[in-house]
């Protein structure tokens, strides 16, 4: 549509140059020929008025004259007339001649003293005037003037009148043409255009069938090469969709070959049968912000939407969550949904809508104040208000709602509710609807038993969780502290064996699912805009040096940043030569920036980097590049390319993603991981350097050591990294779960 709007303005202004060009020129024209015309009739009335006057002139009768110069007065386009003698004195005029012109003398004077009849165009009292001026004689002599000054506004009035006229044409001239054109152009070229894009946008996405009718494109007049052309391409993608599929169901027996979100989606079919698939999590995977009049939308930071999204994406089915873009409201239907993601829609997003206070108390309040603190163990004190606790009952209780409300026609619905924001939920759901299949994934570590205590509706929180059938964590050691709080605060019987827990005659099943993220073959890291270019994106960032670290986080206090600078302080005081060529380039995405804690931790971060640039910058070159936004995951995998190092020294996590993703988006299979001992993904990750986050100096000899580790030991570490992701994607960590929860019911 902007083509087209651009295309109409062209247009418009190219006319409307030529119309200027062409009024410009008409009015020149006019303005000539009607000041022609007002010079010949004032010259032909001077020269008859003249035979008059001149007689009675000379025989000096005043009043005679007086009376001549009068009868001209009152008349149209006619001013007036005035009689001078050779002494410049004013023998005779008309009342009405302005006085400014009476008293000007000038054009009288010249007529005289150059014996010859002299006129100009002048300006009194904002009209414009012709004043024109012929001798009077007494034989040979030069006894007088004759003056007549003519009203010329009408010429004016009339160039006035051609401007007008012409600009009222080209505005309905304008107008009519840019409808047509617009008009043109959408139905004979963007109107086609737009039905061949969604013909192979359908297609790639896998939503025409096979049968021969579905070939059929249709046909435009102006496109009917580029229809054929298309038309082949829909072909191919949709027998390469369903070979594919073929594939991926051949492959579903065999258990080492590759997840990909193909074989998840035969899965799927083949074990859900039909089942819905309902998602609850407080993060939704899209927002939409609204910038000026434009519309826009970005994923957020989330290690869950990252996780999740590619699981619906193959699988369909709805997820429900908080909508809390500011243009959210704008984009949804009249029952809070809309089709995701934007560009290739395959899931509905039902949002959820919250008061102020209740996300000040539910989200703000008791889950990122009480909770996170509670299950990161990052030495950050929990805080628990009773208010909030009400507020999270009451938006536990809202989401419930919602849930029932979507599921009501759909037997035996499988619901996955994400994380710590919803521990009420399941039993709220299962109260209601039984038949009902409820998974929980609790994406942060859960603390131990005497840890947990603390929380003042602990009882409140275990029983909620244990409404679901299957309660996921990332690590077998997080099964062990949830099972260990319910056994302390809880009746209930737990079997250690299957690592199940029986309460009020439901069973839960407790089971580590170390998520990963959508990688089977690299190919969904690849550079869309072509071969990734280092130096160009060094240039981009204004650096100049050999070697770059990396740091990608939401700006939290559990990821370890403030540490981390700690130890690249270390590293440039102990490793003296990296000075001027090592340069740290953190990513830290805002987050939570409501909340006081999190509001000093940015300011933190930043007096941490000001205070080391300042210790070791040139003119040249400073060590820290500090960059507190949020990137999209294509500007990121950018950043993973070009680091020689990245730190993930998370202080304690569940999983962290990053590290998996630095590691897909390698597929030079070069670059060095630094991993936290306290994040679940060094479980798995056994080839990168595992540190103490806690540890600077450690930290600081790691990263020496990865910059001086050969290209051959990268590539080593790097290979089986990238083979340990690429087996245990998220693909398969969909499947697992979804198989494990159709099993129970």
């Known amino acids: 549509m902007k083509q087209i709007l651009a295309a109409v303005s062209l247009i418009v202004i190219i006319i409307s140059l030529l119309v200027v060009a062409f009024t410009v020129r008409q009015v020149d024209n006019e303005d000539q020929n009607l000041k022609i015309d007002l010079q010949h009739r004032t010259t032909l009335l001077a020269e008859s008025l003249k035979e008059t006057v001149e007689p009675n002139f000379i025989n000096k009768s005043d009043k005679y004259l007086q009376q001549v110069v009068e009868r001209f007065a009152n008349?149209?386009?006619?001013?007036?007339?005035?009689?001078?003698?050779?002494?410049?004195?004013?023998?005779?005029?008309?009342?009405?001649?302005?006085?400014?012109?009476?008293?000007?003398?000038?054009?009288?004077?010249?007529?005289?003293?150059?014996?010859?009849?002299?006129?100009?165009?002048?300006?009194?009292?904002?009209?414009k005037m012709y004043v024109f001026a012929i001798p009077l004689h007494d034989k040979d002599s030069v006894v007088g003037a004759l003056m007549v000054v003519q009203n010329a506004s009408y010429i004016d009035s009339r160039l006035t009148e051609i401007w007008r006229n012409n600009l009222i044409r080209l505005f309905i001239q304008a107008s009519l043409l840019s409808v047509a054109t617009l008009l043109i152009l959408r139905w004979i070229i963007y109107v086609p255009i737009i039905s061949l894009v969604e013909t192979l946008k359908a297609a790639r996405s896998g939503n025409l069938s096979t049968s021969a009718k579905s070939y059929n494109v249709p046909n435009f007049l102006f496109f009917s090469p580029l229809v054929r052309e298309v038309t082949n391409i829909r072909r191919s993608l949709i027998e390469a969709r369903v070979s594919a599929s073929e594939e991926a169901r051949m492959r579903l027996e065999k258990l080492d070959s590759p997840w990909t979100a193909e074989r998840l989606k035969e899965f799927v079919k083949d074990t859900l049968k039909g089942r819905t698939i309902f998602v609850v999590s407080n993060r939704e995977p899209y927002i939409h912000t609204k910038h000026g009049g434009r519309i826009s939308y970005y994923f957020p930071a989330s290690g869950m939407a990252t996780a999740i999204e590619p699981i619906m994406e193959a699988c369909g089915g709805m997820w429900i969550a908080h909508g809390s873009g500011d243009a959210d409201r704008l984009v949804v239907d009249l029952k809070n949904k809309i089709m995701v993601p934007p560009d290739e829609p395959k899931y509905t997003l039902r949002r959820v809508w919250l008061t102020p206070k209740e996300e000040e108390g539910y989200y703000y309040g008791f889950a990122n104040e009480g909770i996170w603190p509670l299950c990161h163990i990052a030495y950050t004190r929990p805080i628990f208000r009773k208010e909030d606790w009400e507020q999270y009952q009451k938006v536990n209780g809202k989401f419930a709602?919602?849930?029932?409300?979507?599921?009501?026609?759909?037997?035996?619905?499988?619901?996955?509710?994400?994380?710590?924001?919803?521990?009420?939920?399941?039993?709220?759901?299962?109260?209601?609807?039984?038949?009902?299949?409820?998974?929980?994934?609790?994406?942060?570590?859960?603390?131990?038993?005497?840890?947990?205590?603390?929380?003042?509706?602990?009882?409140?929180?275990?029983?909620?969780?244990?409404?679901?059938d299957i309660i996921g964590f990332h690590t077998q050691l997080h099964c062990n502290n949830f099972i260990e709080t319910v056994g302390r605060e809880l009746e209930s019987l737990i079997d250690w064996e299957q690592f199940a827990i029986t309460r009020d005659r439901h069973v839960t099943y407790v089971k580590p699912f170390p998520?990963?993220?959508?990688?089977?073959?690299?190919?969904?890291?690849?550079?869309?805009?072509?071969?990734?270019?280092?130096?160009?994106?060094?240039?981009?960032?204004?650096?100049?040096?050999?070697?770059?670290?990396?740091?990608v986080d939401r700006l939290d206090y559990t990821k370890g940043i403030l540490e981390r600078l700690k130890a690249i302080e270390i590293f440039l005081e102990r490793y003296t030569p990296y000075r001027g060529q090592f340069i740290f380039i953190q990513l830290a995405a805002p987050s939570r920036s409501r909340i006081k804690r999190y509001q000093e931790f940015a300011e933190e971060v930043q007096q941490e980097v000001d205070r080391i640039n300042n210790k070791f910058k040139t003119n040249r070159w400073k060590p820290i590049l500090y960059i507190p936004k949020h990137h999209s995951h294509e500007e990121i995998n950018k950043y993973y390319k070009l680091a020689d190092l990245c730190l993930v020294t998370s202080l304690h996590d569940g999983m962290n993603l990053v590290a998996k993703e630095y590691i897909a988006a390698r597929d030079d299979e070069k670059g060095v991981l630094i991993l936290s001992q306290f994040a679940g993904a060094s479980r798995e990750l056994k080839e990168a350097l595992i540190v103490n986050p806690y540890d600077a100096e450690q930290v600081a000899n790691s990263m020496h050591v990865g910059l001086q580790m050969m290209k051959v030991e990268q590539t080593r570490r790097m290979r089986k990294m990238r083979e340990s992701i690429k087996s245990h994607n998220i693909y398969r960590w969909s499947a697992e779960l979804l198989k494990t929860i159709v099993n129970l019911g």
């Open 75 to 127: 008349k149209e386009r006619f001013a007036g007339l005035a009689i001078y003698d050779n002494q410049d004195n004013l023998v005779a005029v008309t009342s009405t001649l302005p006085k400014e012109i009476s008293q000007s003398q000038l054009v009288a004077a010249h007529a005289m003293d150059e014996d010859k009849a002299s006129g100009d165009f002048v300006k009194f009292m904002d009209q």
């Open 401 to 468: 709602k919602t849930v029932l409300e979507e599921i009501k026609d759909f037997h035996r619905p499988i619901i996955l509710v994400q994380d710590y924001h919803f521990a009420l939920l399941p039993r709220m759901i299962k109260s209601s609807r039984p038949d009902a299949t409820i998974g929980f994934f609790w994406h942060i570590p859960w603390p131990n038993a005497e840890s947990f205590s603390i929380c003042p509706w602990r009882k409140e929180l275990a029983d909620g969780v244990l409404g679901s």
């Open 515 to 551: 998520i990963s993220i959508a990688f089977s073959n690299g190919g969904e890291f690849q550079n869309n805009q072509g071969k990734f270019d280092s130096r160009q994106m060094m240039r981009d960032l204004d650096i100049q040096v050999k070697y770059v670290g990396l740091g």
